[in-house]
């Protein structure tokens, strides 16, 4: 089965710009969550989707931060304006179900630089 | 608030040694994974613990779970540089929490 695909693999932007992230799941995974992975740190949930609903944000900047799943299927992740301390990679993963019994497959992830 | 503590942080090992990464969390769960994630790559998924007492073993890698005491470890037989990456155990909260990880290095 193909992956969970994201687009850029990398993007590098200046302070107060704007960026946005894609995402797609793997084909009928319902569950679709974004993590933040900072250099040398562990993933950290900024969102989750379940459908095109939102599970869980409590972690997630809204004030610079948005995302959206349409359709229950792709997700766009945006941050505006973007700080210095945004810069991470950011991570896409889905699951077949939203506890995650079988586990969750990631995306290969979108480096975001911001200087 | 869940706290996800591995340790130890940094493991640099010869080839053919065995060796134990543990994962302390801090609030009940029933379900804890784990995942290697080699640099600049994504993470793929190693083992799924679903149950006290769960024990699932792949290659030289094993991984248990201990409810109770909260901790599970992954246990490294027989080392090789090819598992040589960073490990996560991530622990089903509410959401899904990571540790920081831990970067193992096999020399040969």
């Known amino acids: 089965e193909a992956g969970v695909a994201q687009s850029p693999r990398y993007k590098i932007i200046e302070k107060r710009q704007s960026v946005a992230f894609w995402c797609n799941p793997i084909?009928?995974?319902?569950?679709l969550y974004w993590y933040q992975q900072i250099l040398g740190q562990g993933p950290k949930l900024l969102i989750q989707?379940?459908?095109?609903?939102?599970?869980?944000d409590s972690q997630l900047p809204k004030d610079r931060f948005s995302a959206e799943r349409l359709k229950g299927v792709d997700s766009t992740l945006k941050i505006q304006p973007a700080k210095l301390e945004d810069s991470a990679v950011y991570l896409c993963?889905?699951?077949?179900?939203?506890?995650?019994?079988?586990?969750?497959?990631f995306g290969s992830g979108t480096r975001l630089t911001v200087v | 608030e869940l706290k996800v503590e591995q340790n130890p942080l940094f493991l640099s090992m010869q080839e053919g040694k065995n060796y134990t990464i543990y994962c302390n969390y801090s609030?009940?769960?029933?379900?804890l994974y784990w995942y290697r994630q080699d640099p600049g790559k994504s993470l793929e998924s190693l083992f799924v613990l679903l149950s006290n007492g769960a024990v699932k073993q792949e290659g030289r890698l094993m991984a248990s779970l201990d409810t109770k005491a909260r901790l599970s470890t992954l246990h490294i037989t027989a080392a090789v540089h090819d598992l040589s990456a960073t490990y996560f155990c991530a622990v089903a909260f509410n959401d899904m929490r990571f540790g920081a990880g831990t970067r193992l290095t096999v020399k040969p």
């Open positions: 084909s009928g995974h319902a569950t």
């Open positions: 609030t009940t769960s029933d379900r």
């Open positions: 993963a889905s699951s077949l179900l939203r506890e995650g019994l079988s586990g969750y497959t």
């Open positions: 989707f379940q459908n095109n609903g939102v599970v869980d």
